[in-house]
């Protein structure tokens, strides 16, 4: 692997792969996210989170090739990633706006929910040659404390809810509301690192 991209503007996903000491250039995957079929919008219920998740992470990778064909012949690497929150199998994506955010997490306080990572690892094998692909995805159960509406509030004005997966990002404020976790937390924070890590090697030896 000659280089490395991360289809991401995210800067937990940036944070999270220098924290591991990778070396990697950022261009954001920028094209409109088709779901699945049957998803719907907050609220609706659609396609397993997971498949959302593996989906639109291939959708990033993939742009990238498509927008620089070249990347194909230097055996560059591709990491696409998408994150969601599930709520008894309803997917929360990032909030529209206030009332949205405030909606999300006075569905979540006091409750157990999922997060759902996916992630496609792209690897360019020469100009002739489609990339080769691996999909994945993990999941994590998180475990909230209550919150009262006047937390609630004052949460979501402070702006960090609103570029976040269900509405709150664990490694920030939200963490005084977080009771317990099963699962990975980077995950959470919107990267599993460690699986990503063990996939590349499988990749180099396949």
Not at 33 to 57: C, D, H, M, R, T
Not at 100 to 120: F, I, N
Request: hydrophobic share 40%; glycine share 10%.
């Amino acid at each position: 692997m000659n280089k490395i991209i991360l289809a991401s503007a995210s800067p937990r996903r940036r944070e999270l792969l220098q924290q591991i000491g990778m070396e990697f250039e950022v261009i954001p995957a920028v094209g409109e996210e088709k779901l699945p079929a049957g998803s719907g919008k907050f609220g609706e219920k659609g396609p397993a989170p997971w498949e959302i998740v593996e989906v639109l992470s291939a959708q990033k990778a993939g742009e990238i090739f498509m927008r620089f064909p070249e990347e194909k012949e230097k055996s560059t690497l591709v990491i696409g990633a998408d994150t969601v929150v599930a709520l008894e199998g309803e997917v929360m994506g990032k909030p529209k706006n206030r009332q949205e955010a405030v909606s999300m997490l006075s569905r979540l306080a006091g409750k157990s929910h999922q997060v759902y990572t996916g992630v496609t690892l792209m690897l360019g094998e020469g100009k002739d040659r489609p990339p080769r692909a691996v999909t994945f995805h993990e999941k994590t159960d998180v475990f909230m404390y209550p919150m009262s509406g006047e937390e609630i509030s004052a949460y979501v004005d402070t702006g960090e809810p609103m570029d976040k997966a269900g509405a709150y990002g664990i490694q920030g404020r939200c963490a005084a509301f977080i009771r317990e976790i099963h699962g990975d937390y980077n995950n959470v924070v919107g990267l599993p690192v460690s699986r990503l890590y063990q996939e590349m090697k499988r990749m180099r030896k396949a």
